[in-house]
């Protein structure tokens, strides 16, 4: 607490003697507020545990008005000495590290995202998120923890938002479609012996697929990331031992025709057979970036979601 008083009064003293018009009265309003709200958080912080979320909403609070600072009002003295951290542990630094901190304490209150799912599946759905994050990075250190029934919280450090978003929110749902025909105009099917899927990467083209799959997520042994012999992004899966055989005898008698390849209701390809496939192995191919490749394949290796589920900010 002595160290903090003897900051206050450094604090107080550089306000004082910074000139008016070098200042704007918004900056230093801002500075004041969180001067405040780190005299608050120091207070806390003899609290432990119990006072750890509020501690950390007051660094939030204050990153936001640094920030503002430095952004809205950049040629002021007070912006300046923010930036060359000339004002203890109010730069943006100092109070990154205090978060830093805050989150190895009690990482909950660090969390990245909820998601809401069936809470009867809700342990298989952590379970598969948490395969998902160490297959995309082995040396994550992403948590996913339940927080009530049906509700879990993931904190993932040092994955960006969308990629997080993609890893989360794809179901992973495989198929392997025999092809019917390719349309502009959807028909309305009757029966359930075949199924309308849209192309994702075709505008308005969907495709009008056989219900029964040849092979499925389920049937994936392994896929990763890989570049075609065009060196653009691609995916590469293997199936297992019932896929490959479904595979070989379904291509053996399909060669000419094009066999879809779907993820979540929509046709990401469907490339005509030329001969029969006996390997198990195949490429996916559109219009990915390398990253959404990467996070397929993590995906497709760690398994399929049972069901949706839903994202809470």
């Known amino acids: 607490m002595k160290v903090f008083i003897v900051a206050m009064f450094t604090f107080l003293a550089f306000l004082g003697s ?23 958080y120091n207070e806390l912080r003899e609290a432990g545990e119990g006072k750890a979320a509020k501690r950390v909403v007051l660094l939030e609070r204050i990153s936001e008005l640094l920030e503002a600072i430095i952004q809205e009002h950049p040629e002021s003295d007070v912006a300046v000495e923010i930036v060359l951290g000339r004002v203890g542990d109010l730069d943006l630094d100092g109070v990154a590290q205090l978060f830093d901190a805050e989150c190895h304490l009690l990482p909950i209150l660090c969390t ?20 998902r994050l160490r297959e995309y990075d082995p040396n994550t250190l992403a948590k996913v923890w339940a ?10 450090p040092h994955i960006a938002d969308e990629v997080l978003d993609l890893l989360v929110s ?7 479609m025999r092809v019917v025909t390719r349309t502009t105009s959807p028909p309305i099917l009757g029966g359930s012996h075949f199924t ?6 075709e505008s308005r083209i969907s495709y009008v697929l056989h219900n029964q799959a040849i092979a499925t997520s389920f049937n994936i042994r392994d896929a990763s990331a890989v570049f075609d012999n065009m060196g653009a992004p691609a995916i590469e899966i293997t199936l297992d031992a019932e896929g490959s055989k479904k595979l070989g005898e379904a291509t053996a008698h399909e060669v000419g025709w094009p066999l879809a390849i779907a993820l979540d209701g929509e046709v990401l390809s469907a490339p005509v057979i030329q001969s029969k496939i006996a390997s198990g192995k195949g490429i996916i191919r559109g219009q990915f ?25």
Not at 170 to 176: P, V
Request: aromatic residues 6%; charged residues 20%; proline residues 4%.
């Open 18 to 40: 910074a000139r008016a018009g070098d200042m704007s009265g918004i900056a230093n309003s801002y500075f004041v507020q969180a001067t405040q709200f780190y005299e608050e």
């Open 112 to 131: 990245d995202m909820v998601v809401e799912s069936d809470p009867d599946l809700q342990a298989q759905v952590e379970r598969l998120i948490r395969g």
């Open 147 to 156: 927080l009530s029934e049906g509700r879990s919280a993931i904190f993932v």
């Open 170 to 176: 794809t179901i992973g749902d495989l198929q392997l």
């Open 196 to 201: 309308v899927m849209p192309s994702r990467f």
């Open 289 to 313: 970036s390398v990253s959404e490749t990467e996070v397929i394949a993590a995906i497709l290796r760690a398994g399929r979601l049972p069901k949706a589920i839903t994202i809470n900010p």
